[in-house]
């Protein structure tokens, strides 16, 4: 079904029809995990939902908080982490990819990224390096850590 049939199905259901679908769907997603509102939104275009409703749709949730940016990025953080360290460079650059705000990352990395958690993380990416035999010299260990987004400050640091 194309977006104007839809679009006249749900005004002949008083319009609020294809509105408590499309947030059917986007609690369905949220359900799963956080998302951030771009994910989100082109999740919804997906199934068909057009603009204007999605916006709506949107709005309401961030209203209520069933959509919240920085519960989202410090998800994508904890999430990431667990399974493979990064350090602050790369989560940056992953959270951007995915579209999140500049502006709530930038706090939130501030926030996670203190020097202890940063000192376990290193750790963690060290004996997962080591273990992997991926690196043998300290040199080799460094640079990897440093490809996984550690400042060269940060892996003197827990030197």
């Not at 679009?7 to 319009?15: D, P």
């Not at 029809?17 to 509102?37: G, M, P, T």
């Not at 275009?45 to 961030?62: C, F, H, M, N, S």
């Amino acid at each position: 079904m194309d977006d104007v049939s839809r679009k006249e199905l749900s005004s002949k259901e008083g319009g609020s029809s294809f509105f408590q679908k499309c947030l059917d769907q986007a609690i369905v997603y949220l359900s799963i995990r956080e998302h951030n509102r771009r994910e989100l939104v082109t999740k919804l275009r997906a199934k068909g939902y057009d603009p204007e409703t999605i916006d709506r749709v949107i709005t309401r949730l961030e209203e209520k908080g069933s959509l919240s940016e920085e519960r989202y990025v410090q998800s994508f953080i904890r999430s990431n982490n667990r399974r493979h360290p990064e350090g602050r460079a790369m989560l940056s650059q992953r959270l951007a990819a995915k579209g999140a705000d500049r502006e709530t990352c930038r706090r939130v990395l501030d926030e996670t990224y203190t020097e202890e958690y940063t000192r376990a993380l290193i750790r963690q990416a060290r004996a997962q390096i080591e273990r992997k035999g991926k690196a043998r010299t300290e040199e080799e260990i460094r640079a990897s850590l440093m490809r996984l987004g550690f400042s060269y400050r940060d892996i003197r640091i827990e030197d």
